[in-house]
């Protein structure tokens, strides 16, 4: 089983430049797997924000609904993998899935044991923590933020180590 390494946090809290870093610490070839879409232009400057933070020591691999097929190409190429993030892949299921909690719940236990099967490599999961605010008004909010906490549950569970980023800050707590 590879190391396991999962950063959550609030938005714009660190995570992804605390990722960087450990990853940058560690010799070896680095992959960097995006899952945002460029879906207007705020999105695409993003995008290119994080390209740019990043550099050219990464090997950039976009993907944002076969998650597991990423990782198995991004482990062959590299020894140090980063999934960008897990609760944006997340709402890109929720958008090609239909909301359907069945079918997303299947890609998620299908991630999980796919991690516990592979026999090399680290990798450096980024994910949000959405579940510290109020209640949303909406089913559908609520059953994002209900999966999220589900997803991130199930990678914290088979993690060797979590941080939670607050401030740019990161804090292990496993």
């Not at 190429?77 to 909690?101: M, P, Q, R, S």
Request: glycine residues 6%; charged residues 25%; hydrophobic residues 40%.
């Amino acid at each position: 089983m590879p190391k396991i390494t999962l950063v959550t946090g609030g938005a714009r809290s660190g995570k992804s430049s605390f990722v960087l870093k450990q990853a940058l610490q560690n010799p070896g070839k680095r992959a960097y797997i995006a899952t945002a879409t460029a879906c207007d232009e705020e999105m695409v400057k993003r995008i290119e924000a994080h390209k740019s933070e990043r550099g050219d020591y990464f090997l950039t691999i976009e993907e944002e609904i076969n998650l597991n097929q990423a990782l198995q190409k991004s482990l062959q190429l590299a020894d140090i993998v980063i999934v960008d993030c897990l609760t944006v892949w997340l709402g890109n299921l929720f958008y090609h899935y239909k909301n359907e909690e069945v079918r997303i719940k299947k890609a998620i236990s299908g991630l999980v044991t796919s991690l516990k099967e592979e026999t090399r490599g680290e990798i450096l999961f980024v994910t949000n923590e959405v579940g510290l605010g109020i209640i949303p008004a909406d089913k559908e909010t609520r059953l994002y933020r209900d999966l999220a906490g589900f997803l991130n549950q199930q990678i914290a569970a088979i993690a060797d180590s979590v941080y939670l980023c607050v401030c740019g800050i990161a804090q292990k707590i496993k």
